[in-house]
């Protein structure tokens, strides 16, 4: 990407009323950034959906002004802008209609791997999650994933922790410019992230640190990656807002479960019982589901022995394993009972280790 491409791109970026969709739309219309800041405003008007209210703040010339100071900053501390046009641009957030024409990234980030995932839940994380979040990335290593979070308290700084116990690349997108660290106390961590991995923002160094950064920071974690995976959450929280992105992409999305009486898994219990996430119940759950493969194959999955299945949970069990795997609404069908009572019980058969989620709502006998 070009200075001037840059300076333009950041001016328009910088433009109040246009968001990246809009802006997005400018580009391909007229064929750049630079082209759009130097269209007429008639012709532009001319574009569907761009009406005189979005372009009011267009040609103000502070834009390219303000573009030059950040592109001092951008020079001055050696950071990478990606231009969602460029070959640079992560592959899997050009996918996203709302993915930032602008992307800016410092360290190491290599993001050439097809196994990405990103790992959010609570901020207030229990020891519980910590050992599961921990045993999961120790699991996963050697499939050699990079692991994504945002940097932040709790969930994601285990994740991130883990990653690079284990050696593997990790990625914290970040709610503000990369000139700020937060929280302060996670300014320890920021050399080894950076050798391992780097940080990716679409925030200026100008821009006010904001609790709201954090929302628009999410369609960034869940755009990266193939699968997000929540951890713990509570009722409502920013991991929610996370998997709902995520799930807006046709990306997968894992939950773990926990007792019903655990404040902090309320979140993933419902994720799961609304059928928006898969169960977690083993980490071997994961290259499973997204089909990775090793080199030497992986111990298969242990299920539980001496399971007990009531009358209903064996009709469903005796037709998985006669017939294969199957739709939801095709098991409640063959087996007589109302689609909600079938998932019922196939939720049910998940925790006791018995059937297994697949894409697509399909089902099979572990």
């Known amino acids: 990407m070009t200075d001037m491409n840059l300076l333009y791109a950041l001016a328009l970026q910088n433009v109040s009323k246009i968001g990246d969709i809009t802006a997005k739309k400018l580009i391909r219309h007229c064929g750049s950034p630079e082209a759009v800041l130097k269209e007429k405003k008639h012709n532009l008007l001319k574009i569907d959906g761009i009406g005189s209210i979005v372009i009011s703040d267009l040609y103000n010339k502070k834009h390219l002004s303000v573009a030059e100071q950040e592109i001092k900053f951008i020079n001055d501390n050696d950071i990478v802008c990606h231009y969602f046009m460029d070959t640079s641009y992560p592959e899997k957030l050009k996918h996203c209609v709302d993915g930032p024409i602008v992307l800016f990234q410092s360290g190491n980030v290599n993001l050439k791997s097809r196994r990405i995932i990103s790992i959010v839940g609570a901020r207030k994380i229990t020891t519980h999650g910590i050992v599961q979040c921990e045993k999961l990335i120790e699991y996963l290593a050697p499939f050699n994933p990079i692991i994504i979070s945002g940097f932040a308290y709790g969930t994601d700084i285990t994740a991130h922790k883990a990653a690079l116990k284990n050696k593997l690349q990790t990625i914290g997108c970040l709610a503000h410019g990369l000139n700020q660290v937060y929280?302060?106390?996670?300014?320890?961590?920021?050399?080894?992230?950076?050798?391992?991995?780097?940080?990716?923002?679409?925030?200026?160094?100008?821009?006010?640190?904001?609790?709201?950064?954090?929302?628009?920071?999410?369609?960034?974690?869940?755009?990266?990656?193939?699968?997000?995976?929540?951890?713990?959450?509570?009722?409502?929280?920013?991991s929610l807002v996370?998997?709902?992105?995520?799930?807006?992409?046709?990306?997968?999305?894992?939950?773990?479960?926990?007792?019903?009486?655990?404040?902090?898994?309320?979140?993933?219990?419902?994720?799961?019982?609304?059928?928006?996430?898969?169960?977690?119940?083993?980490?071997?759950?994961?290259?499973?589901?997204?089909?990775?493969?090793?080199?030497?194959?992986?111990?298969?999955?242990?299920?539980?022995?001496?399971?007990?299945?009531?009358?209903?949970?064996?009709?469903?069990?005796?037709?998985?394993?006669?017939?294969?795997?199957?739709?939801?609404?095709?098991?409640?069908?063959?087996?007589?009972?109302?689609?909600?009572?079938?998932?019922?019980?196939?939720?049910?058969?998940?925790?006791?280790?018995?059937?297994?989620?697949?894409?697509?709502?399909?089902?099979?006998?572990?």
Not at 202 to 207: E, L
Not at 280 to 307: G, H, M, R
């Open 183 to 238: 929280p302060k106390v996670h300014k320890k961590y920021v050399a080894d992230v950076e050798h391992h991995g780097g940080f990716l923002t679409d925030f200026w160094s100008t821009d006010t640190f904001d609790r709201t950064n954090f929302l628009k920071r999410n369609r960034i974690i869940a755009g990266l990656s193939e699968a997000t995976i929540i951890i713990e959450s509570a009722e409502k929280g920013g």
């Open 242 to 366: 996370t998997a709902d992105i995520a799930s807006s992409y046709n990306r997968e999305v894992f939950a773990i479960p926990g007792r019903i009486t655990d404040s902090q898994s309320v979140g993933c219990n419902n994720l799961i019982k609304v059928q928006q996430a898969h169960l977690l119940s083993t980490p071997a759950d994961v290259p499973y589901i997204l089909n990775w493969e090793l080199e030497n194959n992986i111990k298969p999955i242990q299920k539980q022995l001496f399971v007990e299945l009531d009358s209903e949970e064996k009709v469903i069990y005796s037709f998985l394993k006669t017939h294969g795997k199957e739709l939801l609404d095709g098991i409640a069908l063959k087996c007589n009972m109302p689609t909600f009572r079938a998932a019922s019980l196939l939720l049910n058969m998940e925790l006791k280790g018995v059937v297994r989620p697949l894409p697509g709502k399909y089902f099979e006998v572990i």
